[in-house]
């Protein structure tokens, strides 16, 4: 059974930090990369932050230096830590797997996201 759970979102000023967390189901946290994507009104959603199960990260390149993805294995939770926060940040993130995991044919899984406002 697929299970990624999101928490930690909020409203924020320009400049300030939260950190997003993930709680992924074993199977899938073991095996798989796991990502931090975003979702903006208007825009389509987009990857900003990958961990392998092997712990290397990746970062999309409006977020690099100034948001962290960790994990921690004995949770099977991975972490967004997002610093120097700016409004364009603002968005619903989700965690998903990367690939995506697709649950039927043509039916990708998502959660209910969690949602990040960065105020001007």
């Known amino acids: 059974q697929v299970q990624l759970v999101e928490s930690g979102g909020g409203l924020v000023q320009a400049g300030g930090s939260l950190r997003l967390s993930c709680a992924v189901s074993g199977t899938i946290f073991r095996i798989n990369s796991v990502g931090w994507y975003r979702q903006a009104p208007g825009k389509q959603r987009e990857l900003v932050a990958v961990?392998?199960?092997?712990?290397?990260?990746d970062y999309a390149d409006s977020v690099k230096g100034r948001f962290t993805i960790s994990r921690d294995n004995a949770k099977n939770t991975v972490y967004l830590q997002m610093n120097s926060l700016k409004p364009e940040d603002t968005a619903v993130y989700y965690c998903n797997t990367v690939p995506v995991t697709v649950v039927a044919p043509g039916l990708d899984y998502w959660g209910q996201g969690t949602q990040v406002t960065v105020s001007s």
């Open positions: 961990t392998t199960s092997g712990g290397s990260t």
